[in-house]
């Protein structure tokens, strides 16, 4: 599969994103990966797409063991490091903090167009926070993928923690400016109360928004 690989910063990270050309993926290509064999009932865009995504971490890592898949399908990352994988469209993205107990998680998404964010509005905040996007003056597609996109990135990083599914309700968005977006937890989840808030910084690269949620053990000790 013909692959480019560059990187960019986001929040003091670097963030590896691999752009790739699906239509030369071949299944041989998957042979690079120890876990292939656990793929071979997956589609082609599936494969191609998690092929990108382990290239991305293959260079986020640099001399480290590429990450297998776990019983949920989450990355399971070498001793020592967390990380967070995203793909979208002909792009995947990787990142990766030397810190097993770190927090992190990483998305990245289409903006929506207008009449489509309008349309599934509902099943991503509800009307407190679809208030908070509306007063940001934001177009509100915009304003819609950051909080759908902060949401999944939120989601990514606590899984190891909390070990089960989570859906859009698992959390809120109470603030949105020009560099992060900040969410909250309604609810106790396994090891973070109620109320507890997390800080995500994201950009914009063309019609694309990423968001990036990285906090190290100690950080925010009262809330978590």
Same mark, same amino acid.
């Given at each position: 599969? !013909?692959?480019?690989?560059?990187?960019?910063?986001?929040?003091?990270?670097?963030?590896?994103?691999?752009?790739?050309?699906?239509?030369?993926?071949?299944?041989?290509?998957?042979?690079? +990966?120890? !876990?292939?064999?656990?793929?071979?009932?997956?589609?082609?865009?599936? %494969?191609?797409?998690?092929?990108?995504?382990?290239?991305?971490?293959?260079?986020?890592?640099?001399?480290?063991?590429?990450? =297998?898949?776990?019983?949920? =399908?989450?990355?399971?990352?070498?001793?020592?490091?967390?990380?967070?994988?995203?793909?979208?469209?002909?792009?995947?993205?990787?990142?990766?903090?030397?810190?097993?107990?770190?927090?992190?998680?990483?998305? #990245?998404?289409?903006?929506?167009?207008?009449?489509?964010?309008?349309?599934?509005?509902? =099943?991503?905040?509800?009307?407190?926070?679809?208030?908070?996007?509306?007063?940001?003056?934001?177009?509100?597609? +915009?304003?819609?993928?950051?909080?759908?996109?902060? %949401?999944?990135? +939120?989601? %990514?990083?606590?899984?190891?923690?909390?070990?089960?599914?989570?859906?859009?309700? #698992?959390?809120?968005?109470?603030?949105?400016?020009?560099?992060?977006?900040?969410?909250?937890?309604?609810?106790?989840?396994?090891?973070?109360?109620?109320?507890?808030?997390?800080?995500?910084?994201?950009?914009?690269?063309?019609?694309?928004?990423?968001?990036? +949620?990285? !906090?190290?053990?100690?950080?925010?000790?009262?809330?978590?």
């Amino acid at each position: 599969m !013909h692959t480019t690989h560059s990187t960019f910063s986001l929040a003091g990270h670097t963030l590896h994103r691999i752009t790739f050309d699906s239509a030369t993926f071949t299944e041989a290509d998957l042979l690079w +990966l120890p !876990h292939h064999a656990l793929l071979a009932d997956a589609g082609r865009k599936r %494969k191609a797409d998690h092929l990108a995504g382990r290239i991305a971490a293959a260079h986020a890592l640099n001399d480290r063991p590429v990450p =297998g898949i776990g019983p949920s =399908g989450e990355p399971l990352w070498p001793d020592g490091v967390s990380g967070s994988i995203t793909h979208s469209g002909t792009q995947a993205m990787a990142v990766v903090v030397r810190d097993r107990q770190a927090l992190i998680g990483i998305d #990245c998404e289409a903006i929506l167009p207008e009449y489509e964010a309008r349309e599934i509005k509902d =099943g991503i905040v509800d009307v407190q926070e679809e208030r908070v996007l509306s007063r940001t003056g934001y177009p509100f597609a +915009l304003a819609l993928t950051l909080a759908f996109s902060a %949401k999944e990135s +939120l989601f %990514k990083a606590l899984f190891p923690r909390v070990k089960s599914y989570m859906g859009f309700d #698992c959390a809120r968005v109470t603030a949105l400016d020009v560099q992060t977006i900040t969410l909250a937890l309604p609810r106790k989840l396994a090891g973070f109360n109620e109320g507890a808030s997390f800080i995500l910084h994201w950009q914009q690269h063309g019609e694309q928004v990423i968001t990036l +949620l990285s !906090h190290a053990p100690g950080d925010e000790p009262s809330r978590w």
